[in-house]
């Protein structure tokens, strides 16, 4: 698939959403004909699916080049940022856009979805194990720990100012400062 093709489909669902999004808006975007489109892509799903994946890939590696690059606890606070993006508007995550909109009927976007959270999940339960979490403990405070951000990145779309995301992304601190005990 162009690469460059795909990003200008991506940037089209993201500003509009997947139902909103014609394809006349796409072939537009992706300065395609509809044939070329056709043959290239096979449907507007597909593109879909494949913006989806590139989004998700690219976020993933940058996530995990952050994550090795410092202390385990510093790493999970930097993943948590990187993902909410605070500063980032009320445009929100494209991934929770996609989400959000089509997953309870799109069974394909639902199974990536759940994939794409998990292997986000593996690597923050990673990283809590590297700082001294059992492995039960990390398993439960990852999933809460996505909880908030993936909360925080809705709130966010809904127009909250970034000082008061900023506090709510902050209170994992509680979540991180015991790597004993449940909460």
């Not at 507007?44 to 994946?53: Q, T």
């Not at 779309?157 to 790597?179: F, M, R, S, V």
Request: proline content about 3%; aromatic content about 6%.
């Amino acid at each position: 698939m162009p690469a460059e093709a795909l990003r200008d489909a991506l940037e089209v669902f993201w500003e509009k959403g997947y139902q909103a999004t014609s394809l006349d808006d796409l072939t537009a975007a992706m300065h395609l004909s509809r044939s070329s489109f056709y043959a290239c892509f096979g449907s507007k799903h597909a593109v879909l699916m494949a913006a989806v994946e590139l989004y998700a890939d690219e976020l993933f590696a940058r996530l995990e080049a952050m994550a090795s690059s410092m202390p385990a606890l510093e790493a999970v606070h930097a993943v948590l940022a990187a993902i909410a993006a605070v500063d980032a508007g009320r445009r929100g995550c494209f991934f929770v856009n996609c989400v959000t909109e089509l997953a309870p009927h799109d069974a394909a976007l639902a199974a990536f979805g759940q994939r794409h959270v998990a292997r986000i999940g593996k690597l923050v339960v990673g990283l809590l194990e590297r700082a001294g979490f059992t492995p039960e403990l990390a398993q439960t405070r990852a999933a809460a720990l996505l909880a908030l951000v993936i909360g925080t990145i809705t709130l966010r779309k809904a127009g909250l100012p970034a000082p008061e995301l900023l506090t709510i992304l902050n209170q994992a601190q509680l979540l991180l400062a015991d790597t004993t005990s449940s909460i």
